[in-house]
T-cell receptor, first 115, second 113 residues
Framework: DQQVKQNSPSLSVQEGRISILNCDYTNSMFDYFLWYKKYPAEGPTFLISISSIKDKNEDGRFTVFLNKSAKHLSLHIVPSQPGDSAVYFCAASGSSGGGADGLTFGKGTHLIIQP | DSGVTQTPKHLITATGQRVTLRCSPRSGDLSVYWYQQSLDQGLQFLIQYYNGEERAKGNILERFSAQQFPDLHSELNLSSLELGDSALYFC????????????FGAGTRLSVL
């Protein structure tokens, strides 16, 4: 049973526009969420995170929104740039600031930024 | 460069064999995590070590084992290999655990023929 779902395997967006990547989760014990970006032949690279006590976190062009009641989070990239083309993974953790847990990952969304 | 080093980059072996994957964490990080990425399953958490001790277990098969050494590097041992074990194996490290960000290595691609 997939506890973290990214329902769009791929997404194509024009350069300069907003990219919105979505993620749903089913486990109500998750309290920390992260987005990772992955280029071919490299490991995932941390992008941005959010804890369950917040509903928004912003870092430059990247903003993550968390809707706990809907068990949904989204990553907004504004404006989208060609270097943003990559696979984006949503990940979740049940650790509460000191617990021990591996991350549960979605299967990823391949974002393609069109010139 | 994440600072996490994994060797080897590629490994080709036969069914029934045993292999060892190695991971050196970022300087100062005490936690090491292992993940498996196969085509149909995505990234799956296998196991976490913290300062030499096993801390959390995920979907790790009994044929797989890991350890973390006093210098904090970690090894993942895969034995009695099957075709289905072909995957990318990633190591990640973090300062402690919990809400710490995990930094990933570039992975080891294992092909079992």
């Amino acid at each position: 049973d997939q506890q973290v779902k990214q329902n769009s395997p791929s997404l194509s967006v024009q350069e300069g526009r907003i990219s919105i990547l979505n993620c749903d989760y089913t486990n109500s014990m998750f309290d920390y969420f992260l987005w990772y970006k992955k280029y071919p032949a490299e490991g995932p690279t941390f992008l941005i995170s959010i804890s369950s006590i917040k509903d928004k976190n912003e870092d430059g062009r990247f903003t993550v929104f968390l809707n706990k009641s809907a068990k949904h989070l989204s990553l907004h990239i504004v404006p989208s740039q060609p270097g943003d083309s990559a696979v984006y993974f949503c990940a979740a953790s049940g650790s509460s600031g000191g617990g021990a847990d591996g991350l549960t990952f979605g299967k990823g969304t391949h974002l393609i930024i069109q010139p | 460069d994440s600072g996490v080093t994994q060797t080897p980059k590629h490994l080709i072996t036969a069914t029934g064999q045993r292999v060892t994957l190695r991971c050196s964490p970022r300087s100062g990080d005490l936690s090491v995590y292992w993940y498996q990425q196969s085509l149909d399953q995505g990234l799956q958490f296998l196991i976490q070590y913290y300062n030499g001790e096993e801390r959390a277990k995920g979907n790790i098969l009994e044929r797989f084992s890991a350890q973390q050494f006093p210098d904090l590097h970690s090894e993942l041992n895969l034995s009695s290999l099957e075709l289905g074990d072909s995957a990318l194996y990633f190591c990640a490290s973090s300062p402690r655990g919990g809400w710490d960000i995990q930094y990933f290595g570039a992975g080891t691609r294992l092909s079992v023929l």
